[in-house]
């Protein structure tokens, strides 16, 4: 999954983490790729900020990511 947002636009800051998580349900091996603004989701305070609309919070999202070992590339 690639990311190209953060604090500009939380929605789609989330949805490669919300792709992220459908594919661990399914039993797939993801990796996600931070690209441009979204660098900034390496800071725990700015995830922490982020929450989509009609989406989980991001932090849950970011740490199923990290809880099941997905790659986060930056």
Do not use: C
């Amino acid at each position: 999954m690639v990311g190209t947002y953060a604090t500009d636009d939380p929605t789609r800051a989330s949805m490669p983490f919300v792709a992220t998580s459908g594919a661990l349900d399914r039993g797939h091996e993801p990796g996600v790729v931070l690209m441009g603004e979204a660098v900034y989701l390496m800071n725990d305070q700015v995830v922490d900020d982020i929450h989509g609309v009609g989406f989980p919070p991001l932090r849950e999202l970011w740490d199923k990511a990290v809880d099941n070992g997905v790659p986060i590339f930056v």
